[in-house]
């Protein structure tokens, strides 16, 4: 007989239930350990995809679907402030090129979702930026073929299955590199326990604005621009 998986934990800020999902522990830091318990997925597009399917899917078959999910970490930005934190604008899949057979590039054939899906949602005084996100680290002049203010290699796919499951998404971002060329893993760690402390201080915030009302999930409808 094969026994069920354990629901993941969620977040509860009054009556409302976040699902948290992160790609490391290392991003995982004291700070937001002592406030939230996410969904640790690991690294990249489909790692992401599937950590976050699975999820919300085990959520849903004990009838707990969050009301939010909030992908959560790291990002690269050339242009944005360093270790500043932002809000998800709107997410885009840059590794998805069917354009030879006729479809934009970015758009996933025959799934229905343009190239970039907007966020409806937006936590009060967070500055919001758009993100890409792909399966390659991207490093210097890579960032120069790239529209988006900053980089990932989780959000578009946690978006996804948040879509799939008709759970609205959320997403916060503080940025880890892109000023310079990156030369080793370094170079993303250094500034990993200013970004876990600065990412708390949102969470809290967050939790304030849900308590005063200025923050109701799925008020407007997440579609898709450009």
């Not at 999910?69 to 934190?85: K, R």
């Not at 203010?149 to 796919?157: H, K």
């Not at 030369?183 to 970004?195: M, P, Q, R, V």
Request: with cysteine; proline share 6%; glycine share 12%.
């Amino acid at each position: 007989m094969i026994s069920k998986a354990t629901p993941p934990p969620v977040s509860r800020y009054g009556t409302l239930s976040v699902l948290f999902v992160m790609a490391t522990e290392q991003e995982y830091g004291p700070h937001l350990q002592r406030r939230i318990t996410p969904v640790i997925t690991g690294v990249g597009p489909v790692e992401a995809a599937v950590g976050a399917a699975a999820a919300l899917g085990e959520l849903d078959r004990v009838g707990a679907l969050p009301d939010l999910v909030c992908s959560l970490g790291t990002a690269g930005s050339a242009s944005l402030e360093h270790a500043g934190i932002y809000q998800v604008s709107s997410v885009a899949y840059r590794d998805m090129d069917a354009s030879p057979i006729g479809f934009d590039k970015g758009v996933t054939p025959f799934s229905g979702e343009p190239a970039v899906i907007a966020v409806a949602d937006r936590i009060p005084d967070i500055p919001a930026a758009s993100i890409s996100t792909g399966g390659n680290i991207v490093s210097g002049k890579a960032y120069d073929a790239i529209a988006a203010d900053m980089v990932d290699m989780e959000t578009y796919s946690v978006a996804r299955a948040a879509r799939r499951f008709g759970v609205p998404m959320i997403g916060l971002r503080g940025i880890s590199d892109g000023r310079s060329d990156l030369t080793g893993l370094h170079d993303w760690t250094e500034f990993l326990h200013i970004l876990d402390e600065k990412l708390a201080v949102c969470l809290d915030a967050f939790a304030d604005h849900v308590a005063e009302g200025r923050f109701r999930p799925g008020a407007g409808d997440a579609g898709g621009t450009g």
